[in-house]
């Protein structure tokens, strides 16, 4: 598809388990972004992706969360040992370097830890 | 630090009315951007504009303005003659000149625009 794709769309888990989120970014995007956005916290960054730079990893809430981008391209979002508090939507958004943060965004998976 | 607030929480218009909505932001970059995203009910956010620091004239895209003053630190959005489907949460965003290409955001304004 033409967009940024994500999968899987809704997932529910129990306290304790591993999850791992996929983005698909657009096809020629060099950045890839991963967001969080909780109920009464708004949107919040966790880690960005540009070209083949080191990511920048500043907004990951603690060393149970890490991300990897294969080939520059797809990208994984890994939760270790989730906790309730982990519960949001997880959005991913890509976008060409030259046109400095227009993002495009995904339709996010919806992360239910119970 | 960088940081956008957005003072709003909600709005509810009836049709046809004007609404703005407040954005003000804070950096220490000479060069930043910021933009305005909206997310409908379906979830996914949609991108409306973009502007550069250097760069203060206004902007009109048909029924969405935007007043962008450096002296307040303010980056309003104006929907004049709101319709039903303007309904949707609206944010603004922050992104600095540096190297960071993450986007800080605005808690967000929902608007709701009744018939």
């Known amino acids: 598809g033409a967009g940024v794709s994500q999968s899987p769309s809704n997932k529910v888990t129990e306290k304790g388990k591993d999850v791992e989120l996929r983005c698909d970014p657009i096809?020629?995007?060099?950045?890839l972004y991963w967001y969080r956005q909780s109920l009464g916290q708004g949107l919040e960054f966790l880690i960005y992706f540009q070209g083949n730079s080191a990511p920048d990893k500043s907004g990951l809430p603690s060393d149970r969360f890490s991300a990897e981008r294969t080939g520059g391209s797809v990208s994984t979002l890994t939760i270790q040992r989730t906790q309730q508090e982990d519960s949001a939507v997880y959005l991913c958004?890509?976008?060409?370097?030259?046109?400095?943060?227009?993002?495009?965004f995904g339709p996010g998976t919806r992360l239910t830890v119970l | 630090a960088q940081k956008v607030t957005q003072a709003q929480t909600e709005i509810s218009v009836v049709e046809k009315e004007d609404v703005t909505l407040d954005c003000v932001y804070e950096?220490?970059?000479?060069?930043?951007?910021l933009f305005w995203y909206k997310q409908p009910p379906s979830g996914e956010l949609v991108f409306l504009i973009r502007?550069?620091?250097?760069?203060?004239q206004n902007e009109i895209s048909g029924r969405y303005s935007w007043n962008f003053q450096k002296s307040t630190s303010s980056f309003n959005f104006t929907i004049t003659a709101s319709q039903v489907v303007d309904s949707a949460v609206y944010f603004c965003a922050l992104r600095g000149g540096g190297s960071q290409g993450n986007l800080i955001f605005g808690k967000g304004t929902k608007l709701s625009v009744k018939p």
């Open positions: 096809s020629g995007h060099t950045a």
């Open positions: 950096t220490r970059d000479t060069t930043y951007y």
């Open positions: 502007r550069n620091s250097f760069d203060e």
């Open positions: 958004a890509s976008s060409i370097l030259d046109r400095v943060g227009e993002q495009f």
